[in-house]
């Protein structure tokens, strides 16, 4: 009877930890942090409470679990900017056509559950909230150290300022993944991107000299 006992208090043997990390990540990425409950969470996972609690932790630890699964799924979109791209301007080119596709792929949840999973939280998710800003801030660095390596390459004018162009195109990013979560097809995002685009400063032409 005991034994019993602890069997039924404990982690079932059915349990698939990486399928139950996939159900609780497009939960929180489809309603938010705090709008996903305990409840829908063991209701779509199948499992107690306390066998939650077992194998993640708290919700908070869950759910900064299921972040680390998305970005290791390809959900950071950072990754193209160290790609084979000779200019940093077709990296940045390159992380928003891949953006627009990605916010909308239609087997996960629209938009970038980095971005609006936890964009308006009560004061007791301010860790949630941080480690997420704490993402953010990690792509615009590296975007902006992506711009001044092209500044060094030659193929960025040398006026341009890298945090300023850096910080700009997060924020057409974030836009887009708002955009998307309200609808807008992948096409209307790869124009936001394309429009984006047209910002990139250009290198100044030489002035041609008058014939003598």
């Known amino acids: 009877m005991e034994k019993s006992e602890a069997k039924a208090r404990g982690r079932p043997r059915s349990f698939d930890r990486e399928a139950a990390l996939e159900t609780a990540m497009h939960l929180f990425w489809q309603h938010g942090y705090e ?3 305990l409840t829908q969470l063991t209701a779509a ?7 939650l609690y077992a194998a993640f932790g708290d919700k908070e630890s869950l759910f900064l679990q ?6 290791a799924r390809g959900g950071d ?9 000779k200019t940093a301007r077709e990296a940045v080119a390159s992380v928003l056509t891949e953006s627009a596709i ?10 970038c559950m980095v971005v609006l999973s936890a964009v308006s939280c009560s004061d007791e998710a301010a ?3 941080k480690q997420l800003s704490d993402c953010r801030s990690t792509w615009e660095k590296q975007m902006q150290e992506r711009i001044a390596r092209g500044i060094t390459e030659g193929d960025v004018p040398a006026s341009a300022n890298p945090a300023a162009l850096a910080s700009f195109y997060m924020a057409v990013l974030q836009g887009m993944s708002l955009h998307a979560k309200d609808g807008a097809s992948r096409e209307q995002l790869k124009q936001i991107g394309q429009a984006a685009m047209q910002a990139w400063p250009a290198k100044a032409r030489a002035k041609r000299r008058s014939p003598v």
């Open 66 to 71: 299921t972040v680390a699964r998305y970005q």
């Open 102 to 111: 990605r916010l909308t792929d239609p087997k996960y949840p629209r938009g």
């Open 35 to 37: 709008a996903t409950s």
């Open 127 to 129: 860790r949630v909230q």
């Open 45 to 51: 996972i199948g499992v107690s409470a306390p066998s």
């Open 77 to 85: 979109q950072t990754e193209a900017l160290w790609g084979d791209f």
